[in-house]
């Protein structure tokens, strides 16, 4: 079984742009996560997608956002970036609640 | 609220010797724990976990840890460490059930031959 995929894997954005990143979870999970980690925060959960409605979120600016499609596939959207966002965003998924997430490779985003 | 401390930022360990990376949780109810490693670059790969029962939970790799309620920990163990463990190793509380991870700062572990 194929594991979680992001794309991009890197970007580069300036300030004030938008950005959208990608998601596939593994077949048949229905929950994705996403999660920011930088080195002065480490990791942080954004928020968390199931059946395409969000089920929790983090304490982050409503510059974040996201969603999830009817494949559970999940895009998250940061806009006005700010150089503070730059990080590696990670998603994650697992087959419903009270279940393990699993994590993909990320997508580095430098915003300059 | 749910928090993780990992108290070692840091730790060197020669190959072939144990290991044990600490962790400790504040949470409520009964806590979903997890041992996450992250390779330089790399997403997070999931090494073992424990949601309820035996408190002693094998994990791959070689890994094991131990829920202990009365300290409130989860310390990772592995008895013979390989240079291929070095890595950074995250302990995570599940909140929420596990959809949503509270993860300690990390410990980076340095192995030598």
């Known amino acids: 079984k194929a594991g979680v995929t992001q794309t991009p894997r890197y970007l580069i954005k300036t300030r004030g742009q938008q950005v959208t990143l990608s998601c596939s979870p593994i077949?048949?999970?229905?929950?994705v996560s996403w999660y920011q980690q930088t080195p002065g925060q480490g990791l942080q959960f954004l928020f968390e997608?199931?059946?395409?409605?969000?089920?929790n979120k983090g304490n982050f600016p409503g510059r974040f956002s996201g969603r999830q499609f009817s494949n559970s596939r999940s895009e998250m959207n940061v806009s006005t970036l700010e150089l503070g966002d730059s990080a590696l965003y990670l998603c994650?998924?697992?087959?419903?609640?009270?279940?393990?997430?699993?994590f993909g490779p990320g997508t580095r985003l430098t915003v300059t | 609220a749910q928090s993780v401390t990992q108290p070692d930022i840091h730790i060197t360990v020669s190959e072939g010797a144990s290991l044990e990376l600490r962790c400790n949780y504040s949470?409520?109810?009964?806590?979903?724990l997890f041992w996450y490693v992250q390779s330089p670059g790399q997403g997070l790969q999931l090494l073992l976990k424990?949601?309820?029962?035996?408190?002693l939970v094998q994990g791959i790799k070689g890994f094991e840890a131990e829920f202990k309620r009365s300290q409130s920990s989860f310390n990772l163990r592995k008895p013979s460490v390989h240079w291929s463990d070095a890595a950074e190793y995250f302990c995570?509380?599940?909140?929420?059930?596990?959809?949503?991870?509270?993860f300690g700062t990390g410990t980076r572990l340095q192995v030598f031959p």
């Open positions: 994650a998924s697992s087959p419903d609640t009270d279940y393990e997430q699993y």
């Open positions: 997608y199931f059946s395409e409605t969000q089920r």
């Open positions: 995570a509380v599940g909140a929420l059930g596990a959809d949503k991870l509270i």
């Open positions: 077949s048949g999970h229905r929950s």
């Open positions: 949470y409520g109810a009964t806590p979903y």
């Open positions: 424990y949601f309820s029962g035996d408190t």
